[in-house]
């Protein structure tokens, strides 16, 4: 973790970019664009998610690779939770 | 730094004797923050599993739920947990350089907008309250049944939709209290200089627990308010 001191006009452009995700989800939420509503709302989310953690948590620039390798394990294990029991519930009327 | 391993020195807060130089000092801090944090992922991820769970299943009765939120209130706080976090970067950052005056100013901000956030969480609960959408005994959703004639409502799955609503709104503001009761505390100690860019790892740690909060927001916000909005 280095000394790393961002200019201040980097945070105001993400912070520029995080609202105007904001907005373009808020409007999309109004267009019937079928399975795709879910898809685009969850993308957007990803991005924000990405931003605050790559550049506001300073992931990206002065972080351990330790720091890292948890980060990654906590989404594997997040993943493992939703998809295992998605898989499971999701197939339970096959037969 | 003296050159004998054992020397007794002085210690600030910025090394304790037990670390070799600040800079391990500092990652075991933002080591020990992040693993925090992992658990704090799988604490809130019990909670969107059982959520997609039950959408899956009542998928009805959770569109008809998701439709009855304010979504001008919902982006509005969006918003106000994004300023929130530009508050605290750019805190983190005032600490980073020693500037003392303006560190204190960007946590008091960052209490204003958890204070906003809150309030306008509190306005969209009071409403769910007028609306008789608390679970309960006096829950009662006769107007979404009247509002959707074409879906059939079962008034229990209805009930499902805003006991999740409630407990993961409701888990998300506990976690925006704590915080804002952090920095209270965090800007206190601004305020009287502990902090430095030697040592700002408090403020650092702070911030983290705040962006994931911010983090936390950014996925309720789609799940309740928006991926049912359209028909």
Redesign the interface.
């Known amino acids: 973790?280095?000394?790393h001191?961002?200019s201040?006009k980097f945070?105001?452009t993400?912070?520029i970019a995080?609202?105007g995700l904001?907005?373009v989800?808020?409007a999309v939420?109004?267009?019937?664009?079928g399975p795709f509503?879910?898809i685009v709302?969850?993308v957007?989310?990803t991005v924000?998610?990405l931003l605050?953690?790559l550049?506001?948590?300073h992931v990206k620039y002065a972080?351990?690779k330790?720091?890292k390798i948890?980060?990654v394990?906590?989404?594997f294990?997040?993943f493992l939770?939703?998809a295992l029991?998605?898989a499971d519930?999701?197939t339970r009327l096959w037969s | 730094m003296s050159d004998s391993p054992i020397a007794v020195e002085q210690h600030g807060p910025e090394l304790l004797h037990h670390f070799v130089d600040a800079e391990q000092q500092r990652d075991a801090a933002s080591l020990g923050m992040w693993l925090f944090l992992a658990t704090e992922i799988m604490f809130f991820g019990g909670m969107f599993c059982a959520y997609l769970i039950y959408r899956f299943w009542y998928y009805n009765e959770f569109a008809a739920g998701s439709r009855s939120l304010d979504i001008t209130l919902g982006t509005v706080n969006t918003a106000v947990l994004i300023c929130s976090s530009l508050t605290v970067a750019l805190g983190v950052r005032a600490a980073q350089m020693g500037k003392r005056k303006l560190l204190v100013v960007l946590l008091l901000l960052t209490i204003v907008f958890g204070f906003a956030f809150l309030g306008i969480k509190g306005v969209e609960w009071y409403n769910k309250y007028e609306e008789h959408h608390i679970p309960g005994p006096s829950f009662n959703v006769d107007d979404l049944i009247k509002a959707y004639p074409q879906i059939h409502i079962d008034p229990q799955h209805e009930q499902i939709f805003f006991s999740l609503y409630f407990a993961m709104t409701g888990l998300h503001a506990l976690h925006m209290i704590i915080g804002v009761v952090m920095f209270a505390f965090l800007s206190y100690y601004a305020w009287k200089g502990r902090y430095t860019p030697k040592y700002y790892t408090p403020v650092e740690m702070g911030g983290l627990y705040w962006h994931f909060v911010d983090i936390v927001w950014i996925y309720l916000f789609p799940l309740l308010y928006l991926i049912d909005r359209h028909h």
């Open positions: 973790m280095s000394e001191v961002m201040s945070y105001y993400i912070w995080l609202l904001t907005v989800t808020a939420s109004f267009l019937d664009l509503n879910v709302a969850l957007i989310a924000k998610a605050v953690v550049f506001f948590m972080s351990e330790l720091t948890v980060i394990s906590a989404i294990w997040l939770l939703l029991s998605m519930y999701a």
